[in-house]
T-cell receptor, first 113, second 112 residues
């Protein structure tokens, strides 16, 4: 079945720490990959996306993600987090065989000031 | 200009009532979705319409009925509301080809 897994349910970091959030998707052919962020009480906003080409994708607010096809992974990274990065982060995938975007269960990121 | 707009933003209602949530997008997208986000933040797709045609209908109680009068609008009507329907409902849209989904602000539905 087509699915997305996010390994970390809740991550707590101090400001300036580095961040890596895991995301794996099940095999299903060609995929588009996304990371969305949801700040408290707000809607989902796109952080970055991968469709093709360079597997290292840079997004907004200093975030980046690397698509590793052999591992079916699309991990999100940020070298130095800020308190304002406190939010829920969702990995998502769209398989070329389907029109819907499937979301992972989300990772809550808490940053200690 | 809001790209995807939903109304109302908050909805508090009693069990057994019927309610509707409206969604409009001004992006010229062909495909619109309804997602349900539960209290644990899990996002689950409910329905998708492409050019007014239903293309995705996940396992959702038939008390939920989407309606798309045109490709810019996708409304969600819910009959006989139950406590378990309390959630945040997000509308989203995507364009043709490889595009990301654009989300509305969400409608927080509370059934009491």
């Amino acid at each position: 079945a087509q699915s997305v897994s996010q390994h970390n349910h809740h991550v707590i970091l101090s400001e300036a720490a580095s961040l890596e959030l895991g995301c794996n998707y099940s095999y299903g052919g060609t995929v588009n990959l996304f990371w969305y962020v949801q700040y408290p009480g707000q809607h989902l906003q796109l952080l970055l996306k991968y469709f093709s080409g360079d597997p290292l994708v840079k997004g907004i607010k200093g975030f980046e993600a690397e698509f590793i096809k052999s591992k079916f992974s699309f991990n999100l990274r940020k070298p130095s987090v800020q308190w304002s990065d406190t939010a829920e982060y969702f990995c998502a995938v769209r398989y070329s065989s389907a029109s819907k975007i499937i979301f992972g269960s989300g990772t809550r990121l808490s940053i200690r000031p | 200009d809001t790209a995807v707009s939903q109304t109302p933003k908050y909805l508090v209602t009693q069990m057994g009532n019927d309610k509707s949530i409206k969604c409009e997008q001004n992006l010229g997208h062909d495909t619109m979705y309804w997602y349900k986000q539960d209290s644990k933040k899990f996002l689950k797709i409910m329905f998708s319409y492409n050019n007014k045609e239903l293309i995705i209908n996940e396992t959702v109680p038939n008390r939920f009925s989407p309606k798309s009068p045109d490709k810019a609008h996708l409304n969600l009507h819910i009959n006989s509301l139950e406590l378990g329907d309390s959630a945040v409902y997000f509308c989203a849209s995507t364009g043709a080809g490889n595009t990301e989904a654009f989300f509305g602000q969400g409608t927080r539905l509370t059934v009491v």
